[in-house]
């Protein structure tokens, strides 16, 4: 007999009630109901509106927990206030480490490429959880506002090992690694670096690398030559908007969140508030991110059987407003689901229809609750020296002021002045007169010369920013040093 399992289901804000009753609606008449017991939780706007800057009550974070799946309509994000994305915090919050998006050209979906005979089927793993989507921002001058990006060698190894594990299952022969390594020397460095690491486990695969910018055009111009592409956060939630384009828009990609104990599915777009509450919104991307989360759970029968009805139905020419032939009246969310459910046990004529498996049992097993949170690390034993620091000013000073300043307040430390830039440009010792200035400024100390690295404490680099305060405001310092050998800062530009 098959297990039930259990999914916590948020229903969502604006259009996200009338598309999740339908999709509920239309896994029902699939049979889905016979293995699943949808648990409906509080998350969004009105939990927001009651005054947990959260959006999901505590019932909502134990349900989901407990359950480990969370089948999600799409949520508003509070405008200013400080309220938070709801859906990036339950990915970070459940470590949903990477972010799985199938496009697939679809039947009844007109688009530039369908009209020139051209098949899109192709996937993209974005990093979930790390990138600037930490959120971590802070105002260091009058002019200047930071966001910090943050890329740790254990979350590219989740992320790439995840790609290539789901390269595997789906039987692709090459994935990408797409990225901006050219300029972000370090962190974007770490990603392709570890990418290629986590390739070695996956022979069979081949890999290669593509410049994000580069990337984007040939997603245009030339769309079958990838499978797949694993990207950093910011960039694989564009990348990921544009291949939606491709295929029809958001209202056709599918999304999955995954994690080592909690899977997050939901559709792409945003919860439609110019349509919300007239029946009109198109059910697809939550129907095709649950046949996404069917497929999770090993009901490749069920999600077989809806996603060949979802085609068939395609295919005839029913249409929401929102997309198909003009020529033909649109119908409502509804009438589209009842649509597919008519076609529950046929096939799709135009397109090659889904297999369906010998009916199964459910595979899901809830992976045990950690009992505390667990600290991951790739690198170990590493032997580490200080060798300098860098101090950020908030100072509407000339470079060469600032540089008879420190010099001064540096002169009976172990670190001597080497470098002072703004905004990433070296403007002292040497510099453009070109290069304008704003009112923040990086400051490098590093080891006087025979100074030895590995002598020097990170307090004397503190002893040096006490200096350092008594003239200046300093609005934040990063410790400088060497990691087996290798240098753990970037130059600057033009040094
Ligand atoms: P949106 O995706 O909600 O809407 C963009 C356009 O697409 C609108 O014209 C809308 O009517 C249309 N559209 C979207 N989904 C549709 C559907 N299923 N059927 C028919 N038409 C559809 O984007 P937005 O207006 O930028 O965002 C609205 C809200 O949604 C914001 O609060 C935003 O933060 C939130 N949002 C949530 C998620 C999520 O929950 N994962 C994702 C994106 C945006």
Known sequence: MATRVRVALAAGDGIGPEIMDATVHLFQEAGVLNFVDFVPVEMGARVFAAG?????????????????????????????????????TARKLWNAYANLRVFKSLPGVQTVYSRAGLAIDMAIVRENIEDTYGGVEHRLSNDMIQCKRLISAPGCDQVSRFAFETARKMGLTKVHCGHKANIMKMTDGLFLERFREAAKAHPEI???DVIVDALCMNLVVKPQQYQMVVLPNLQGDIVSDLCAGLVGGLGFAPSANIGNHMAIFEAVHGTAPDIAGKGVANPTSLILSGLMMLRH??????????ENALLATLESGVRTGDFGDPARPPVGTREFTKAIVERLGTTPKSVPAVRVPEAGETCFTKPAR????????????????VVGCDVYLDSPLSPASIAEEMQRLSADTPFALTLISNRGTQVWPTGSVFTECVDYYRVRFELRDGVTPGTIDQARAIDLLRNVTAKFIVCSYELLRTFDGAKGF???QGQ
Do not use: W, Y
């Open 490 to 492: 970037s130059l600057a």
């Open 52 to 88: 947990n800057t959260r959006g999901m009550t505590a019932d909502a974070i134990r349900i989901v927990e407990d359950c480990g799946i969370l089948f999600k309509g799409p949520m508003e994000t509070p405008k200013g206030g400080g309220g938070k994305s709801i859906n990036v």
């Open 370 to 385: 950690p009992e505390a949170q667990r600290v991951i690390r790739t690198f170990t034993n590493v032997v580490t020296h």
């Open 297 to 306: 759970l090993c009901l490749a029968r069920e999600a077989a059987l809806i």
């Open 206 to 208: 081949e890999i290669a």
